[in-house]
């Protein structure tokens, strides 16, 4: 197969460039090629001031957020058997599971649960080992906090759960 031959196109002369450059730069064209780019994709009637805090935004499904150590609704005592494995998943060795062994039922009994929120990167791996689904990350995202020590959540904390603020004006 013959192919064609390439097209010879002569290059500008350094002047024909050098105009072109000071013209595009005189008339500002980069800047209103931007503009046109930035219009075109802006449709005003896509466009929404979300109202936060006075309105709540609505957070993906599956998004993880603050952790809650869930009860049983029924007998109101935690569905933690205590078995560490949520510690043992998690990459950053945030979870620490405090327990001891009751006597008389040879089980284990969880006596102190600690979830330093800071260092947790919301990977959600405790949340998948938790045999008994009683860890969760909740779709609450407000954790800021002024101190280190109150980003470590306690047991009573995270069974209290999330408690998002309300805001009124
Ligand atoms: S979400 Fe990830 S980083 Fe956070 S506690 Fe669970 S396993 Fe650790
Ligand atoms: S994996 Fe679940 S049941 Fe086991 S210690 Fe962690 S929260 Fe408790």
Redesign the pocket.
């Known amino acids: 197969m013959c192919l064609p031959a390439p097209l010879d196109i002569p290059a500008l002369p350094p002047q024909t460039s050098a105009m072109n450059s000071f013209f595009k730069r005189l008339f500002l064209a980069d800047f209103w090629k931007g503009m046109i780019l930035t219009f075109r994709t802006q449709n005003p009637k896509y466009i929404y001031t979300e109202q936060y805090p006075q309105e709540r935004p609505m957070v993906a499904e599956r998004y993880?957020g603050a952790?809650r150590l869930n009860m049983n609704p029924e007998t109101g005592e935690t569905l933690c058997i205590a078995c560490n494995l949520?510690s043992l998943?998690?990459?950053?060795?945030?979870?620490v599971v405090g327990w001891h062994r009751d006597d008389a039922t040879r089980r284990k009994v969880l006596t102190n649960f600690t979830?330093?929120?800071s260092?947790?990167?919301?990977?959600?791996?405790?949340?998948d080992?938790c045999p008994t689904d009683c860890?969760e990350?909740t779709q609450d995202f407000e954790m800021a906090s002024y101190t280190r020590e109150s980003a470590i959540w306690d047991r009573h904390r995270l069974e209290e759960g999330p408690t998002p603020a309300r805001y009124t004006r």
Do not use: H, S, V
Not at 89 to 95: F, G, K, R, T, Y
């Open positions: 993880r952790p949520c998943a998690c990459p950053e060795n945030l979870i979830y330093d929120t260092r947790c990167m919301f990977c959600g791996l405790c949340e080992a860890l990350l």
